[in-house]
């Protein structure tokens, strides 16, 4: 399973979500799943990143694992942002233009 792929094409270089499905770059929107019990906890901590479009071919090839399980879906962009969150960012907008400089 590819993630997330480092890239570098004319429009932009840095990493770069890419479809669990169809493996091509997820732009603009997307989905991320994983998989959690009845109490709603994590089951596996694997997470899938997909197309809108990709996410019910998603749905129907995964199998849930155990007895009152499901899929928790959210937004990619929120996703990002719970990452940033949980790295400690303190500052937003300097690590926005930090990144921005370096991809210069
Ligand atoms: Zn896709």
């Known amino acids: ?34 998989l ?25 090839v995964q199998e849930k694992d155990g007895p009152g399980s499901k899929w928790y879906s959210d937004e990619l962009s929120n996703f990002v942002v719970y990452l940033g969150e949980n790295l400690g960012i303190q500052n937003w907008e300097d690590a926005i233009d930090r990144a921005r400089t370096l991809t210069d």
Not at 1 to 30: A, W, Y
Not at 44 to 59: I, P
């Open 1 to 34: 399973m590819i993630v997330v792929k480092v890239s570098k094409d004319n429009q932009l270089h840095g990493p770069v979500f890419m479809c669990d499905i169809c493996q091509e770059r997820i732009l603009h929107t997307g989905n991320v799943f994983w």
């Open 36 to 60: 959690v019990n009845s109490r709603g906890d994590p089951v596996n901590g694997q997470v899938w990143h997909l197309h809108k479009q990709c996410a019910r071919s998603f749905e129907i």
